[in-house]
């Protein structure tokens, strides 16, 4: 036993002295001597069943980080959780104004008439043209996913997913769902998924513009439209220099991103820098000319039912205007940018104050409103729900006796 204590002491001595060194040193140690250690100094010794059985403590330095780590995260979460309840106040906010905007001295038994003298029949056919552009869509994430090479199946699902969580959640907090759901497809990854997805805003933002210049050729508006559509203009232009500058010398500034990150603590660089290798990766698309055709081509297409959609709407109430159809498309267009859930009492209002600049009353413009927003939100809440739950039902039948 007083062998065991000697060899005991020596150890400790030898472990002083070398807690300065690397952890290769520290690992031959342990394989060289029985007594299992962990990192640390040693804090005592107890003697049992004739050996000797070490504990340690972490030491006081790697406490303290510990602790501010956890005091760090703690926060940051509950800064998370009130900055997500306080989008949901603002968001019903803005919604609460807005149906009182359009509701005061509305007088509901013209709506009511609006809407009883209707010819759904126009309304089926905006629906359809809504479905089409679910595949146009579809086809045009494809093009832009180029080199993963997704299937038609995963991409609606995901899509259509993105797009339902879009109408309940505001900041557009569907298109990270949709980035991630399609993410193990093909390999593709959530980042570059979410590349793809930075890139259908710009051909969405171009699209608007074409109809913006469009409206401006077409018909006399108001000042503040065609300083809107100039602004965009310019925006897009600013931002796609900024876009193509980054994806062309993206090899130099990578390795000043990388030697930012370092200096920030162990493993940022690590876990930022291939995330954001593969974010540009899903920008290149921008770069590929037949890619950019094809993706011309469904933006086009997909625009094209979208103003179809709202035209064939608007005939079921008897009125006859491309130019109300596609002005409307482009202002649901800039109003989806506003954080609401279900877009609820915005989409009205922007068709009330869109159709007024076409002589449309206001109880009639409300009715075409509501209708358009149950056209244009509803194929989309059933499809997700039949394409997300298919696989589950399907999956199910397969384990099940044969």
Not at 42 to 70: C, F, H, N, S, W
Not at 327 to 336: E, K, N, P, R
Not at 345 to 372: K, N, T, W
Request: aromatic share 8%; glycine share 10%.
């Amino acid at each position: 036993m007083w062998a065991n204590l000697q060899g005991a002491d020596e150890y400790i001595r030898r472990m002083r002295r070398m807690r300065t060194s690397d952890e290769g040193a520290r690992k031959q140690l342990r394989e060289a001597d029985p007594v299992k250690v962990t990192t640390g100094v040693p804090e005592r010794t107890d003697v049992a069943d004739g050996y000797i059985r070490l504990i340690r403590a972490v030491p006081a330095d790697e406490t303290k980080r510990r602790r501010r780590q956890i005091g760090a995260t703690i926060p940051a979460e509950a800064r998370s959780r009130w900055g997500q309840a306080g989008r949901w106040i603002a968001g019903l906010g803005v919604a609460g104004i807005s149906c009182w905007l359009l509701v005061r001295r509305l007088d509901w038994r013209d709506v009511a008439t609006a809407l009883g003298s209707a010819d759904y029949r126009w309304a089926v056919a905006a629906v359809l043209a809504i479905v089409g552009t679910f595949f146009t869509r579809t086809w045009r994430w494809q093009a832009l996913l180029w080199q993963s090479k997704v299937r038609v199946r995963p991409a609606l699902t995901a899509l259509l997913v993105g797009q339902v969580v879009n109408q309940i959640l505001p900041m557009r907090s569907g298109d990270v769902v949709r980035a991630v759901w399609i993410g193990p497809e093909r390999e593709t990854g959530a980042a570059e998924a979410l590349g793809s997805i930075a890139l259908e805003k710009v051909w969405d933002l171009l699209a608007l513009l074409a109809c913006g210049v469009a409206l401006l050729a077409w018909m006399p508006l108001p000042g503040w439209f065609a300083r809107s559509t100039w602004g965009t203009a310019f925006a897009l232009a600013l931002g796609g220099g900024f876009l193509w500058a980054g994806l062309h010398w993206q090899a130099p500034l990578f390795r000043w991103i990388g030697r930012v990150l370092a200096r920030f603590p162990a493993g940022w660089d690590r876990a930022l820098l291939p995330r954001l290798r593969r974010l540009a990766n899903g920008l290149e698309a921008i770069r590929q000319p037949t890619v950019s055709v094809r993706v011309l081509f469904w933006t086009g297409l997909t625009w094209g039912l979208g103003a179809l959609a709202n035209l064939a709407v608007l005939v079921a109430f008897g009125i006859h205007s491309g130019a109300a159809a596609v002005f409307l498309l482009a202002a649901l267009m800039v109003g989806g940018t506003v954080p609401t859930p279900g877009r609820l009492g915005i989409y009205e209002g922007i068709c009330v104050v869109s159709l007024a600049l076409f002589g449309i009353p206001r109880d009639q413009a409300l009715a075409v409103g509501l209708v358009l927003h149950l056209v244009v939100m509803g194929p989309p809440l059933i499809a997700a729900a039949l394409l997300a739950l298919w696989p589950a039902r399907s999956s199910g039948r397969r384990g099940g006796p044969a």
